[in-house]
Antibody
């Protein structure tokens, strides 16, 4: 079945780094744009970044620009988010999500929790 | 950036009630408006895309309308499994933005 599985979350100190992964199955991964979306505890949804199907185009929210890098490996059906210079306000559940070029998120991963704390 | 404003932020309703949630964009987004449902501890689920198109597998009691800046999500007869938080999202331009959410609670 169509599925996204998020992994890589954990506890990290402010200023530290973490790499999230999202494994896709059940569909042709290379046909779809992919995004990362996060949700701080008790808060709403915040889109973080997207990457085009080929990986040639990326876009970031201002809140993470210059610190986070989205990438993908279509041969491995995998999406990544490299997070550097982490701050307390980056604490959230991070979801990967599939979309077409219309940026409608039709399939979501289960989420992975990132906690930034000393 | 396009700001999305949902109202109300929460509401209490009974089973079989008709529920309406509104979403307003800070500028015209044509029909590039999507609705999601999220239950506690779970990922969001797509309900409506392009303002009024029902996602496959979503019950027909959910409907969406609107264009330009004003949009509505309607649940025609609220069911026990519909108690959740609902978010709108604009897909007109980047950065993509979500509304603040509407929590639907049991009266």
């Amino acid at each position: 079945q169509v599925q996204l599985v998020d992994s890589g979350g954990g506890l990290v100190k402010p200023g530290g780094s973490l790499r999230l992964s999202c494994a896709a199955s059940g569909f042709t991964f290379s046909d779809y744009y992919m995004s990362w979306i996060r949700q701080a505890p008790g808060k709403g949804l915040e889109w973080v970044s997207y990457i085009s199907s080929s990986g040639s185009t990326t876009y970031y929210a201002d809140s993470v620009k210059g610190r986070f890098t989205i990438s993908r490996d279509n041969a491995k059906n995998s999406l990544y988010l490299q997070m550097n210079s982490l701050r307390a306000e980056d604490t959230a559940v991070y979801y990967c999500a599939r979309s077409g070029h219309t940026n409608v998120f039709d399939i979501w991963g289960q989420g992975t929790l990132v906690t930034v704390s000393s | 950036d396009i700001q999305m404003t949902q109202s109300p932020s929460s509401l209490s309703a009974s089973v079989e009630d008709r529920v309406t949630i509104t979403c307003r964009a800070s500028q015209s987004i044509r029909n590039y408006l999507n609705w999601y449902q999220q239950k506690p501890g779970k990922a969001p689920k797509l309900l409506i895309y392009a303002a009024s198109s029902l996602q496959s597998g979503v019950p027909s009691r959910f409907s969406g309308s609107g264009s330009g800046t004003d949009f509505t999500l309607t649940i025609s007869s609220l069911q026990p499994e519909d108690f959740a938080t609902y978010y709108c999202q604009q897909s007109y331009s980047s950065p993509l933005t979500f509304g603040g959410g509407t929590k639907v609670e049991i009266k």
